[in-house]
């Protein structure tokens, strides 16, 4: 056998190294793998030429003529690897293509940097939110930034179910997720509370996003909110239509007369409506009233009173020779239907009273009625 003895060529961290006892004549011994062409096998300390032994198949190595018995065999396999071309003392310039198993930047921008603070950065340079691009911060916060635009986009495929999962040390206290075409959000304390959002509706779901009726409440004792601005109405009680309140209103209006001029030091009445019922009074002392002719009316009343005959309904009065009339019988009045406008009548007479001149008068009246308004 021919061969050399001298120092290993290539550096200790691309070598595997299998080392044998010989038999006497053996010839063939299974290594622990190589490629062919990429290996020194040495017997006794000499290396052996090409011709000496035969390395085909990446595991055997056969000898050309069998060992004695104690000869030591090694086999040095080497890893393949090819020179870069390496420029400066900081940079490092490949000049083929570049295949990479982890990040790849083919690009001529910078594509990510961890920064010395470890903050990882996609797309930009520089920490923080007001910078556009991707950043995980070392203290486990994400930023996103995004230029006219979401700067965050989650998409689930397939099946229904939540898109996000929120928790509280390690345990889920909340989700946002889809059921169909709906969004819905909530928390998992205690029984499920969720809202969903779809179709011009924001609705009572469940967990899942499921329709969930008569069963959470909006509000709690010592947990309400302050206002509600509606422009529609409120059902209360039912979803019939004889359930929906639509509307409720404070305000004043202006007390007129009819029948003579009358001097009031108080023309403004209150009201209050609730859906079509108008609730209303006024009161005025040291009324003077002057040029009485025909029957007295009250005008100006802040709704029109629904025109049927169940709003003939009546309004109590207190006065001192407001009307003429009996006076030993009294007055009375009520809402005429179709107008703005109360009638007084005397009791047991089929003439309305006209108003009395004179002064130092006064009146307290107050009434309900039903309006189309």
């Known amino acids: 056998m021919s061969g050399y003895i001298g120092t290993q060529p290539v550096p200790q961290a691309t070598q595997t190294r299998d080392s044998f006892t010989a038999t006497s004549g053996q010839t063939s011994f299974a290594t622990s793998g190589y490629t062919p062409n990429f290996l020194d096998v040495f017997l006794n300390g000499v290396k052996l030429a090409a011709a000496d032994y035969t390395a085909t198949n990446g595991s055997d190595v056969v000898l050309a003529s069998g060992a004695s018995t104690g000869d030591i065999l090694e086999v040095v396999a080497y890893t393949t690897f090819e020179a870069s071309n ?45 910078n556009a691009g991707s950043e995980l911060s070392s203290d486990g916060r994400a930023f996103f930034t995004f230029d006219n635009g979401g700067p965050l986009q989650l998409n689930r495929l397939t099946g229904d179910g939540d898109i996000i999962e929120l928790h509280k040390d390690g345990t889920e206290v909340g989700s946002i ?17 969720y809202l969903g959002f779809g179709n011009q509706i924001i ?3 469940t967990s899942s996003g499921a329709s969930r009726d008569n ?20 059902y209360l009680g039912g979803v019939a239509a004889a359930n929906k309140l639509e509307d409720y209103e404070e305000g004043t209006f202006t007390v007129g007369f009819q029948g003579a001029t009358v001097s009031a ?41 629904l025109n ?25 009045a009520y809402h005429l239907v179709g107008n703005d406008k109360v009638v007084f009548n005397t ?27």
């Open 86 to 130: 390496v420029t400066g003392a900081t940079n490092f310039t490949v000049t083929g293509a570049f295949t990479s198993q982890g990040i790849d930047d083919n690009g001529n921008a910078t594509a990510l940097t961890i920064d010395s603070s470890e903050n990882v950065l996609i797309g930009k340079t520089a920490a923080g939110i007001a």
């Open 177 to 193: 997720g889809t059921n169909g075409s709906t969004l819905y959000i909530g928390s998992t304390e205690g029984a499920d509370a």
């Open 203 to 205: 609705r009572p779901v």
């Open 215 to 234: 069963a959470i409440d909006l509000g709690y004792n010592g947990m309400r909110f302050r206002d509600a601005y509606l422009s529609g109405g409120i």
């Open 265 to 305: 030091n108080n023309t403004t009445a209150l009201y209050t409506k609730i859906g079509d019922l108008v609730t209303w009074y006024w009161y005025s002392s040291d009324t003077a009233i002057s040029s009485a002719s025909g029957a007295a009316y009250l005008t100006g009343l802040p709704f029109t009173v």
């Open 308 to 332: 049927t005959n169940n709003n003939y309904n009546p309004v109590l009065i207190a006065h001192n020779t407001y009307f003429g009339g009996s006076t030993s019988i009294g007055q009375q």
């Open 347 to 373: 009791v047991g007479q089929a003439n309305n009273p006209a108003f009395v001149n004179g002064s130092g008068k006064f009146l307290m009246i107050q009434g309900s009625y039903k309006t189309a308004s």
